[in-house]
């Protein structure tokens, strides 16, 4: 890019992997409060490699202005910056700059700022009418305070078989959530809370053996705490008489697990374990309607498991980790029975199919049609419910014991055909 000057403002120290996005967002706020809106964009060209060109609007009319800044990020935490434009100097912008951007380099430096927000979840609505389940106390799980709304929230849910002209309505009793979050600002502070909020959502999950889905995403309780109306508001139309469901009262009780705190630090704190939980709640969000992708997650959930369980052992060749099969089939010993492993063998080869050939196996196939035979498995679609339903009841086994610390010491794998 072309520029018929250039005026060097100085080298910066800016962790710019880790501050500088809010290095960016203080420059573009003092810039907003003092000079009229801003804006930057990211570019590269010429021989100056990867660079941020930050410009400003001034007037009433939202007009650019010609001289912007360069921002080059350099080795060791430091950014160069430059004015720069193609017509006359504006001497009062760039002093605007400068000061921007030394306030916005002491700035980051300073304690940051912690952000108490509100969140709502609830269980997920199942096609098959299970009855909702509420919470029966308040829980705390790091800095999130789960409580119970002890009200129903009613919603339209997926039916067994796709159908324009059917559907169900379903209650469930919503959670709220309590949390605090640092950063910058809010726009910063809210990827953690996202982010701790859906390792919250999928703990539940696991913990709770059903799906828990995010209703009103995380908010600064400073704009009011989150709340659900009585009904999804496309509903408001349907008569009282056909949303009956029993006493609140009446429901049962979640579990809560005398172990579910060092399950839950056990989780944070291991990479591995977090990420299978993570995959185990992208299976259950697409079970129903894919069940060969759910395969693949909860498959991927268990490997990641077995992976922590053995010695990491790869191929001197290619670096590919060796004997993925032979430890995925030691750890579902720890949680299945020979005959559901016998039932899963079929199940992993369809599952490599889908990786590798995307070729599905289960009702994605045959949509909207019941399968009646209960004197042998139909040809095709050759994977089953039960076999998905198998696979994810152990990878939710196998998650709880790692989070509970109830899995054998790491070992080194032993191939039985090198032994024989």
């Known amino acids: 890019m072309h520029y018929e000057w250039h005026e060097f403002l100085g080298d910066f120290d800016v962790p710019w992997p880790t501050k500088g996005d809010e290095w960016i967002s203080r420059i573009s706020n003092y810039m907003t409060q003092n000079c009229g809106a801003s804006g930057y964009g990211s570019s590269s060209g010429g021989d ?9 609007t001034l007037g009433s009319e939202g007009e650019r202005a010609d001289t912007r800044l360069l921002l080059l990020p350099q080795p060791g935490d430091r950014i160069q910056v430059w004015a720069c434009g193609m017509d006359a100097r504006d001497i009062d912008l760039i002093d605007a700059f400068r000061s921007a951007i030394n306030l ?4 980051i430096h300073e304690p940051v700022k912690s952000h108490k927000w509100s969140a709502v979840i609830s269980e997920a609505i199942s096609p098959y009418g299970d009855q909702p389940k509420r919470l029966p106390r308040k829980l705390s799980l790091s800095r999130m305070k789960l409580s119970s709304t002890e009200r129903y929230f009613w919603q339209l849910g997926p039916t067994p078989l796709p159908s324009a002209n059917s559907w169900t309505s379903r209650p469930s009793i919503p959670i709220l959530i309590r949390g605090v979050s640092t950063g910058y600002d809010w726009m910063h502070a809210q990827r953690s809370a996202a982010e701790e909020l859906g390792s919250l959502v999928s703990f539940l999950s696991a913990i709770w053996d059903t799906t828990i889905e995010l209703q009103e995403s995380p908010a600064p309780l400073e704009w009011g705490e989150r709340q659900l109306p009585d009904q999804a508001g496309w509903m408001r139309a349907m008569e009282p008489g056909m949303m009956e469901a029993p006493n609140i009262e009446d429901l049962d009780f979640l579990e809560i697990p005398d172990w579910i705190h060092d399950a839950w630090t056990t989780m944070n704190r291991r ?8 995959i185990y709640m992208e299976a259950l969000r697409v079970e129903v309607r894919h069940p060969s992708l759910a395969l693949v997650a909860f498959v991927a959930a268990v490997e990641s498991i077995s992976l922590s369980l053995y010695h990491e052992e790869r191929c001197k060749s290619c670096s590919n980790h060796m004997n993925i099969g032979g430890k995925f089939n030691e750890t579902l010993e720890l949680a299945t029975t020979e005959w559901e492993r016998e039932r899963l063998r079929a199940a992993y080869g369809n599952r490599s199919n889908t990786v590798h050939k995307g070729r599905l196996h289960g009702r994605e196939l045959t949509p909207g049609a ?4 209960i004197l042998s498995r139909i040809s095709n679609p050759s994977l089953e419910a039960s076999d998905v339903m198998i696979m994810k009841n152990a990878a939710r086994k196998l998650l709880i014991m790692a989070m509970r610390n109830q899995l054998p010491s790491r070992m080194h794998y032993k191939n039985p055909e090198s032994s024989q």
Do not use: H, M
């Open 48 to 56: 100056l490699g990867p660079f941020l060109e930050f410009t400003v």
């Open 370 to 373: 019941f399968s009646f035979s």
């Open 271 to 278: 990479a591995r374990i977090k990420a299978a939980v993570s």
């Open 104 to 107: 916005a380099t002491a700035g």
